[in-house]
């Protein structure tokens, strides 16, 4: 059964990069899946932020991908998300998950604070 | 692309069955039959309840069911339970290749 594993710091500062790793297991990030990320800031909705390939084509939200890289790194098989220029506004539970979204990450809240 | 509209709240009582709509565009929901929903119960993870419009994944409960015509998608449950007092967000997939939530619906369990 694939598991999957959101890591990073929980704290980052204004105008700083949020970096964050999905460790997949019991399972391969090069199987023919695509990788997503979606976060959701405290008490409000679900936004899509992005998605790779374990090939390593990515889909981007048109309104984060200014700011944001996700990337795979099979030997680890895990893929990473960053997102610079961060504001209070990224705040967020950040999870990860197949690109179907049948499951998720336990979730990792990030907070952008001084 | 938008975020799909939802309504911001339904309500029900036990046994009776509800509806939420989520309304994209003709770029979204309307083009491609890859609406998903999830259910997610406070502090919880979201749980998949419908893809593709009308499939439910293994272990989840005939009471869900999922539709679409034109723009707009829709989630049914019927024979209401106090358990499937959650927030309900529907997905679809884009003509950019990229997937939309709507905003959110929270169903109350009257």
């Known amino acids: 059964q694939v598991q999957l594993q959101e890591s990073g710091p929980g704290l980052v500062k204004p105008s700083g990069t949020l970096s964050l790793t999905c460790t997949v297991s019991g399972g391969s990030v090069s199987s023919d899946n695509w990788w997503t990320w979606v976060r959701q800031p405290p008490g409000k909705g679900l936004e899509w932020i992005g998605e790779?390939?374990?090939?390593?084509?990515?889909n981007y939200s048109p309104s984060l991908k200014s700011r944001v890289t996700i990337s795979v790194d099979k030997s680890k098989n895990q893929f990473s998300l960053n997102l610079n220029s961060v504001t209070a506004a990224d705040t967020a539970v950040y999870y990860c998950?197949?690109?179907?979204?049948?499951?998720w990450g336990q979730g990792t809240l990030v907070t952008v604070s001084s | 692309h938008s975020a799909l509209t939802q309504p911001a709240s339904v309500s029900g009582s036990p046994g009776q069955s509800i509806t939420i709509s989520c309304t994209g565009t003709?770029?979204?929901?309307?083009?491609?039959?890859?609406v998903s929903w999830f259910q997610q119960h406070p502090g919880k993870v979201p749980k998949l309840l419908i893809y593709?419009?009308?499939n439910r994944p293994s272990g989840v409960s005939n009471r869900f069911s999922g539709s679409k015509s034109g723009n707009t998608a829709s989630l049914t449950i019927s024979g209401l339970q106090a358990e499937d007092e959650a927030d309900y967000y529907c997905s679809s997939y884009t003509s950019i290749s990229t997937r939309v939530f709507g905003g959110g619906t929270k169903l109350t369990v009257l």
């Open positions: 593709d419009v009308t």
């Open positions: 003709s770029s979204d929901v309307g083009r491609y039959n890859y």
């Open positions: 998950a197949p690109s179907g979204m049948d499951f």
């Open positions: 790779i390939h374990h090939g390593g084509s990515t």
